[in-house]
Each structure stands twice: as C-alpha cells, then as structure tokens.
C-alpha cells in the first residue's frame, strides 16, 4: 500500500506498475458512498471488488480500460490491466453520498497534496483524467504547458504537459462514454510518440 500521511483515500497501485512503458495514472473525481463511509483503503478495495466480479456492474472501470486499450472490453483481461496502472480520485475526504451530487470545491482542494505526492513518487508518462471538475482543479493546482487539443468525430480531448507527464483530459466516463473517444486517445498516443509503447502494453493486457 502507498502509504502517506497526507492521503486519506490510498490510491490504487497495481502490482506491475512500472514495470513497462507508459506508467500510466487514472484520475478521477471521487467516489460516491454512504456519508462516513471513506476509509484508507476505500478505493483499494473497490478495484479489487471489480476485478473479482462482486462489482461487476462498474461502467466507469471498463470504460476506462476499453477506452485506453482500444478494444472490446471481453478482449481485455482486466486484471492485468488494473495491475499495470494506477487509479485514484482527486477529491479526498467522505465520499459524495449519491451519484446526483457533486464533490465539495473544498474536497478537491485537500486532493492537493495527494495527487502531488502521486506525481513525484510515481511518474507517470499519461496522466488520464476523467471529467471536466478534474481538468480545472489540475489547472488551479499545477502550471501546465499545454498542448494542442485533440478532436476526432465531434469530440475534443484538451491535453497538457508536466514535466515528462502528459495530461489527457476526457469526458466523464461515468456518462454517456462514445466508443469514438478510442480514437482520440488513439490520436494522443501517436501525438506524444508512445505507439510502440503502447502496443506493447496492449499486447500484455489481452486475455489469453
């Protein structure tokens, strides 16, 4: 476990993290649960319910996965694809109490020190953000070179540069996810001359 003082919620760090290129990190929001119902491990355990089946319900997982694989979620074995990456949600504290609302700006602010720390210790080459909240509250927190944005089929993907980090920043995929949105980060990964890399990694997550 990633152990911090200042983090509340632990990201999740899978087991093979770093072990190829690209490192990529997942951000997210926050969750959404009972009031009082965050604990350290929170998101730790949730993954891993996912990836057992006792949560088999979590579109926003397999979005992710099919999104950055660039595949039909069966053709991906998700359990090497979660062990490879890190995922975490900026926002810290309780978790929201209902889908229908929205994290505390105060929230996203105590998420500061968490995702900085996540950033120095791991170095992600992709930094894959999900939702807009997120996109703003990186930009009030770092100062990002930004780059070109993206647009494939009607969609726009906004992108950004920390140091050797690039910053994807997608639609919520929570919401309703087009399958186009593969072809946008397909374009960002050609971008920022992670192909090969990626092909590689792709190779390793199918289900054999």
């Known amino acids: 476990m990633y152990v911090s003082a200042e983090i509340q919620i632990q990201p999740w760090i899978g087991t093979s993290y770093g072990q190829s290129i690209p490192r990529i990190l997942v951000l997210g929001d926050s969750h959404h649960g009972d009031e009082g119902s965050a604990y350290a491990d929170f998101t730790i355990d949730i993954i891993n319910s996912y990836l057992v089946g006792t949560q088999p319900s979590f579109a926003f997982f397999t979005r992710i996965m099919a999104t950055i694989a660039n595949s039909d979620h069966w053709l991906v074995d998700k359990r090497k694809f979660y062990n490879s990456i890190i995922f975490m949600n900026l926002a810290e504290g309780v978790p929201v109490i209902s889908s ?6 105060a929230s996203f602010i105590e998420g500061k020190s968490k995702i900085s720390s996540v950033l120095q210790d791991h170095r992600p080459d992709i930094v894959f953000c999900c939702g807009r909240d997120v996109e703003r509250v990186i930009h009030s927190i770092f100062l990002l070179e930004p780059r ?9 993907a906004n992108v950004a540069k920390l140091g050797a980090s690039f910053f994807f920043f997608s639609k919520h995929p929570s919401w309703s996810y087009r399958r186009a949105w593969r072809d946008v980060f397909e374009s960002f990964i050609a971008e920022i001359g992670m192909a090969q890399q990626m092909k590689s990694a792709r190779e390793q997550w199918t289900m054999s």
Do not use: Q, V
């Open 100 to 105: 229908g609302l929205r994290p505390s700006e």
């Open 148 to 156: 070109a944005p993206i647009s494939r089929d009607g969609l726009t």
